[in-house]
């Protein structure tokens, strides 16, 4: 049997970072290729920059694990499929050339469809992702059929542990999911050139974050979408397109009057579905170095 082709390669790592191939584990280098089904994974030192053929370019942060299911189309400069796994920890994705219904993202709870775009990630849990748009637009859908699109620059969406998206229930629970989350915002100066945004990043006080309105504020355009939604049979679900003026708070219609989903963390990120009376779950999650609270 012949060698898989080559997809990528590594242009910079630190230490702290492997890859599984056909069963077995090996440090990652600087320089080396990657191949349709490798597994990457970082420790809490650990960070990958990856340059794929089509010019798609992947950071993986600190304690962090991806699989990759790239197939090339002939000449090898698009991807027929470019499909990674998520599977933990914080990642920057900046599309290349390929088409973009080649791409797909895909988390324990989620799965993003990628419009040319540039966007943060960070997975806590098995049901709980987040993303954080930069640039361009991106669409996510949770194991509900829940989906959102974003293509406002620092945009964050999250999952809930219902299923649904959501986004940050006010301004500092999103700064709070920025600092915890998304180690990238917070410093580039461990990334190449060719994976940093411009200015400071959504962390910057200056940046362009959403503005929060309460449940009650909503107009009934919105939460009749909403509701249309969640109608929907789960396999299927009607696409809600970012406004570009505003931030809707609530993702989870028909909950009641005291449902809230977005982002409440301590150190980290986590959407919750509140109920009347305070009553609930909660659970802990690390990824990058930073334990999350989900309660609610």
């Known amino acids: 049997m ?89 990642f920057r994705f900046i599309s290349g050339k390929s088409r973009k219904r080649a791409y797909s993202i895909k988390t324990p709870s989620a799965t993003m469809a990628v419009r040319g775009t540039t966007f943060d990630m960070w997975i806590t849990s098995g049901n709980q992702s987040a993303m954080l748009v930069i640039e361009g637009t991106v669409q996510m859908c949770g194991r509900s059929g829940s989906c959102r699109s974003a293509s406002r620059q620092c945009s964050l969406f999250a999952t809930s542990p219902g299923g649904r998206v959501g986004r940050p229930i006010d301004q500092s629970q999103y700064d709070k999911a920025l600092q915890g989350g998304f180690p990238f915002q917070s410093s580039q100066k461990d990334l190449l050139p060719p994976f940093q945004v411009g200015g400071e990043g959504c962390s910057d006080r200056t940046a362009l974050a959403p503005r929060i309105e309460r449940d009650g504020a909503e107009p009934e355009k919105t939460k009749r979408a909403e509701a249309e939604v969640q109608s929907e049979p789960e396999t299927t679900a009607r696409e809600q397109t970012e406004p570009p003026d505003r931030a809707s708070a609530s993702a989870d219609a028909g909950l009641g009057p005291a449902s809230r989903s977005g982002v409440s963390s301590t150190g980290g990120v986590s959407v919750s579905a509140g109920v009347s009376g305070g009553s609930g779950l909660r659970a802990t999650a690390s990824a990058g170095g930073v334990t999350a609270t989900a309660g609610w």
């Open 2 to 90: 012949s060698a898989k082709a080559s997809i990528g390669k590594v242009l910079s790592v630190n230490q702290g970072a492997d890859v599984i191939r056909a069963g077995k584990t090996i440090r990652l280098r600087e320089g080396m290729e990657v191949v349709s089904g490798d597994t990457i994974s970082t420790n809490k030192s650990g960070l990958v920059q990856l340059l794929f053929a089509d010019q798609t370019k992947i950071a993986v942060g600190p304690n962090a694990r991806m699989v990759l299911d790239v197939s090339m189309l002939r000449g090898n400069r698009k991807a027929k499929n470019f499909t990674v796994q998520a599977l933990g920890g914080s």
